[in-house]
T-cell receptor
Framework: DTAVSQTPKYLVTQMGNDKSIKCEQN?????MYWYKQDSKKFLKIMFS???????INETVPNRFSPKSPDKAHLNLHINSLELGDSAVYFC???????????????FGPGTRLTVL | QKEVEQDPGPLSVPEGAIVSLNCTYS??????FMWYRQYSRKGPELLMY????GNKEDGRFTAQVDKSSKYISLFIRDSQPSDSATYLC???????????FGAGTTVTVRA
């Protein structure tokens, strides 16, 4: 009955590789997000999609490309991985894009990416 | 300077103590203020949400917002070991779809 799920939970890979993280929500929400949490626990928005449309695209290297095949899924593809990409990546969803404050964001369990 | 400043701690208190957490911010347009709790190796979950200035109470938790000082607080009364977690403040101006998070404060409640 997981509301927001992510796979994989852990990802260890070499510099230069390409990897993908998948996210799925079964809450019927319209809006999904990707966040990056660094080693100091600082959580920063990367992207947001509303009904498969990109609505937030923060200053993120273009090696990161989100893809939303449908409104229940938001995947994150990372090309040419670098050491600095090591972090925990969280997917989240909310009912709509209208009110990020009144529409609670539900977070997935995170994907711990380690780039060697 | 970060938009939202939060002391990362760590903070260690005995069971039953009052835990006091706070954040300061620089963007005077912020109107919506939230506190998230994050257990180790889990995603954040919304704990409390406050609009504009004032206080809000929910059980053992009280959130306060002072917009004139750009300062928000979270108080946990009668703290329990199960309150041990990282607490992140988050805020929004309501004009776009983004939340700005603090760095989180790690709290340990000792039994």
């Amino acid at each position: 009955d997981t509301a927001v799920s992510q796979t994989p939970k852990y990802l260890v890979t070499q510099m230069g590789n390409d990897k993908s993280i998948k996210c799925e929500q079964n809450l019927g929400h319209d809006t999904m997000y990707w966040y990056k949490q660094d080693s100091k626990k600082f959580l920063k928005i990367m992207f947001s999609y509303n009904n498969k449309e990109l609505i937030i695209n923060e200053t993120v290297p273009n090696r990161f490309s989100p893809k939303s095949p449908d409104k229940a899924h938001l995947n994150l593809h990372i090309n040419s991985l670098e050491l600095g990409d090591s972090a925990v990546y969280f997917c989240a969803s909310s009912l709509s894009k209208t009110s990020p404050h009144t529409d609670t964001q539900y977070f997935g369990p995170g994907t711990r990416l380690t780039v060697l | 300077q970060k938009e939202v400043e939060q002391d990362p701690g760590p903070l260690s208190v005995p069971e039953g103590a009052i835990v006091s957490l706070n954040c300061t911010y620089s963007n005077s347009a912020f109107q919506y203020f939230m506190w998230y709790r994050q257990y180790s190796r889990k995603g954040p979950e919304l704990l409390m949400y406050t609009y504009s200035s004032g206080n809000k109470e929910d059980g053992r938790f009280t959130a306060q917002v002072d917009k004139s000082s750009k300062y928000i607080s979270l108080f946990i009364r009668d703290s329990q070991p199960s309150d041990s977690a990282t607490y992140l403040c988050a805020m929004s101006d309501g004009g776009d779809y983004k939340l700005s998070f603090g760095a989180g404060t790690t709290v340990t409640v000792r039994a």
